[in-house]
């Protein structure tokens, strides 16, 4: 099993260009995620799927959108990157139930650098 | 406002000097604590989940111990190996089913021979 993979490892994009991350897993979790990770802050999530077709908001939604077109696949995409997005990427997924929601596991992350 | 605090930020260690890490929460309806290593250019990995106050897990030299409103992850006898930055979440009750997970800033912690 590959677990969870990120597309692609690292990108480079200049202010206003548009790009996806896509995230796949091989676990058949109905729970996904997408992180991100700045220095000297927490994780925080922006936006997370409860199964397929469906995507709620997380903490910091604004600038992403999601799409969740297949049980194993979960694409995060700017439309317009900001220097702001400049971060490090994680996607994750987790079993469906609510005592081990917390049980996550992480692909190898993205590092995207907005110039 | 809900808050994970993490302390140290950093911590360094000679192998074989034992030591703590401190995750305090200011939450209310904990579901679970998780403890996770993430390795630099990597992706945190699970170590351990705690549901209830008194409770401890271990795996290795790592021992996880859950308070009411703290926890501790106990390195004992540190090898080089066990450098990593070592991040705790809390899953609590908000207004939704869901809840909500938060994590801490992390501990990074170098171990040196």
């Known amino acids: 099993n590959a677990g969870v993979t990120q597309t692609p490892k690292f990108r480079v994009l200049k202010t206003g260009q548009s790009m996806t991350l896509l995230c796949a897993q091989d676990?058949?979790?109905?729970?996904m995620y997408w992180y991100r990770q700045d220095p000297g802050m927490g994780l925080r999530l922006i936006h997370y799927?409860?199964?397929?077709?469906?995507?709620a908001k997380g903490e910091v939604p604004d600038g992403y959108n999601v799409s969740r077109l297949k049980k194993q696949n979960f694409l995060l995409g700017l439309e317009s990157a900001a220097p702001s997005q400049t971060s490090v990427y994680f996607c994750?997924?987790?079993?469906?139930?609510?005592?081990?929601?917390?049980?996550?596991?992480f692909g190898p992350g993205t590092r995207l650098l907005v110039l | 406002e809900d808050q994970v605090t993490q302390s140290p930020e950093a911590l360094r260690l000679q192998e074989g000097e034992s030591s703590s890490l401190n995750c305090s929460y200011t939450?209310?309806?904990?579901?679970?604590l998780f403890w996770y290593r993430q390795d630099p250019g990597k992706g945190p990995e699970f170590l351990f989940t705690?549901?209830?106050a008194g409770e401890e897990k271990e795996k290795e030299r790592l021992k996880a111990t859950l308070t009411k409103k703290e926890s501790f992850l106990h390195i004992t006898a540190p090898k080089p190996e066990d450098s990593a930055t070592y991040l705790c979440?809390?899953?609590?009750?908000?207004?939704?089913?869901?809840?909500?997970?938060?994590f801490g800033a992390g501990t990074q912690v170098v171990v040196t021979p």
């Open positions: 705690l549901y209830s």
């Open positions: 676990m058949n979790h109905e729970y």
């Open positions: 799927s409860v199964g397929e077709g469906t995507t």
């Open positions: 994750a997924s987790s079993l469906s139930s609510s005592v081990i929601r917390g049980t996550q596991y």
């Open positions: 939450v209310s309806g904990l579901r679970g």
């Open positions: 979440a809390v899953h609590y009750m908000t207004t939704d089913s869901w809840g909500k997970l938060q």
